[in-house]
């Protein structure tokens, strides 16, 4: 009996475990055409074209996904956040358009377009390692992506022990279990991320790059504030909206 009990208990593992390694979706790449526009945000704004890659694969929305929360597009982009950028000069410059009560889940909404939609994708990523260098946080690629998928203020209370309920309510939607403390979280989605950011460049394994450490090609002083001391990190309170600095 406890044998057979033994061959029902590996049989019903086996099947688990079978069923788990067919369910995982293989990944053939994002195709010739998202591709180039992620090497073109790359360029445009000076971050890491490997991150972005990484990025696209955990967002899981090239192919027309959209998520629980509303999130639509190759960025995966949230009615909010895009509306704040397509308010941006640059936004405006790029493409973006305003989602409209009409258009809001439509065929017509905008961010349904690949092209500017990977654009503003870039944009909120230049945005965002801007303001780790304002507030002293680190901008490695895995800390970036909690940014984009937390929000930047949700990430920044995170590693300064100000968790708010809101964030952790954000956090459960995100995959955090119960079980789970917010620095658990963090360093599962910092796992996950940079395991399909190595599925995404086709490498047997990606170091975690610091953007501080690039040497971009053209002059991106105008985009960047000042960087305070990388050994103190201090408390910047959100604005309201995001802000854009134009280029020379």
Known sequence: MAISRLLITLGSLSIF????ALSAKPFYGFGREVDSYIREAAQRYQVSEAMLRGLVKMEDGWYGKISPTGAVGVGQFTFKTWNELAQLPEG????????TARTKGTSADPRHHRYINTLAMGLYVRWIINQFAERGLKATDENVYLAYNIGLDGFHRAVSGRTTWNDLKNMR????TRSMRVSDFLAYQK?????NKRIANFQRAVPSQSFASASPKRNMATLQPNIPSPQVM?????????RWINPL
């Open 234 to 242: 201090r408390w910047v309170e959100p604005a309201e909206k995001l």
């Open 92 to 99: 405006y410059r790029i493409g973006m358009r305003p989602i």
């Open 173 to 176: 939607r995100n995959g955090m």
């Open 191 to 195: 796992g996950r991320y940079l395991e």
């Open 17 to 20: 475990f079978s069923s788990t």
